[in-house]
């Protein structure tokens, strides 16, 4: 029994749907497509969004995050061929369809979107080191799972097996410090966050922990 998972609801289509659009360029002839059928652009929130539309698949913070909250994924044709017809049409004709992407990224965009979880993260705890790159996109990606983000490390910690440190190579000395106070194995890189939204399952995996050189000794 999975009680903590807050799955969507069967997918169905929208007379109105609120588009969001990631890693298309110059998207104004369809910005204006989604208006005049009767839709909305969303620009930044993907949580309000119910069809992303993009050309292939591509880990931006929409991409990412949206598998968790769109019902639909689909290619920009779905706009052009919806134009012509006047109305918005079936998505399902539109699916978005990037089997190199897939095989890149290590996962089915189908089967993440009917596994979807809205609240993937819920009840598991992160902090994030120092000199982590792109740190409010990661935490941004974390929160709208449902995830907590500690702004300080948490060495009280009751459920260490739901409490996640995420580092990087610049933070190995930082981590083999922060081991001596906080006894855990649960470093890992931001690439075990990725995977699992991706997924729509949670994918600590040990291909995704964080080396930080534990058999060296701290400088």
């Not at 659009?21 to 929130?45: A, H, M, P, Q, W």
């Not at 939204?197 to 000794?217: P, V, Y």
Request: aromatic share 12%.
């Amino acid at each position: 029994m999975q009680a903590n998972k807050a799955f969507s609801e069967p997918k169905i289509s929208y007379s109105r749907p609120v588009v969001i659009f990631t890693g298309i360029e110059n998207f104004d002839s369809l910005r204006e497509i989604v208006g005049e059928l009767g839709g909305t652009v969303e620009y930044k929130d993907v949580q309000k969004a119910t069809h992303l539309v993009t050309d292939k698949i591509r880990r931006t913070p929409k991409f990412i995050s949206g598998i968790s909250h769109c019902s639909f994924y689909l290619n920009p044709n779905w706009l052009l061929q919806s134009q012509k017809a006047c109305h918005f049409l079936d998505e399902s004709k539109f699916v978005l369809d990037d089997v190199e992407g897939e095989a890149k990224f290590g996962f089915k965009l189908k089967e993440s979107l009917q596994n979807q979880n809205r609240t993937l993260f819920q009840s598991y705890h992160f902090y994030l080191t120092p000199s982590l790159l792109n740190r409010e996109t990661t935490i941004k990606l974390i929160t709208q799972a449902g995830g907590k983000v500690l702004r300080r490390n948490d060495t009280n910690c009751k459920d260490r097996n739901r409490y996640y440190v995420i580092s990087c190579s610049e933070d190995s000395k930082f981590c083999r410090e922060m081991l001596q106070q906080f006894p855990t194995s649960n470093f890992f890189d931001k690439e075990a966050l990725f995977s699992s939204l991706l997924n729509q399952e949670i994918r600590f995996l040990d291909q995704f922990r964080f080396d930080a050189g534990w058999s060296s000794t701290p400088a």
